[in-house]
């Protein structure tokens, strides 16, 4: 499956931005669907996650009552909405697809989109 992600840009503390993240070229519902990122210098890290059926979604603690995701099978597109946005959230922001189990490893996820970059000012 190809991944395009979109959405990102420069936003204030506190403000907020929505991610989107169109699917291509294979059965868009077979797969599980996350969001992780990588700021500067550091590891990429788990954002969200979300079931096949869009039925399970689970976050990483540092943006658990901030994010949500959500993913609408007939557009073949999953979301991150970011709420209450912090300068610690800026980095380049990754959808994946995975497999059948449910997952925060970025090694479960087969294929990535190419990033989009968020941008949080303080």
């Known amino acids: 499956v190809q991944l395009q992600a979109s959405g990102g840009g420069l936003v204030e503390a506190g403000g907020s931005l929505r991610l989107s993240c169109a699917a291509s070229?294979?059965?868009?519902?077979?797969?599980?669907m996350g969001w992780f990122r990588q700021a500067p210098g550091k590891e990429r890290e788990f954002v969200a996650g979300?079931?096949?059926?869009?039925?399970?979604?689970y976050f990483a603690d540092s943006v658990k009552g901030r994010f949500t995701i959500s993913r609408d099978n007939a557009k073949n597109t999953v979301y991150l909405q970011m709420n209450s946005l912090k300068s610690e959230d800026t980095a380049v922001y990754y959808c994946?697809?995975?497999?059948?189990?449910?997952?925060?490893?970025?090694?479960?996820?087969?294929?990535w989109g190419q990033g989009t970059l968020v941008t949080v000012s303080s």
């Open positions: 979300i079931s096949r059926s869009g039925g399970s979604a």
């Open positions: 994946a697809a995975g497999g059948w189990q449910l997952s925060t490893n970025a090694d479960d996820f087969g294929s």
């Open positions: 070229g294979r059965t868009f519902s077979n797969y599980n």
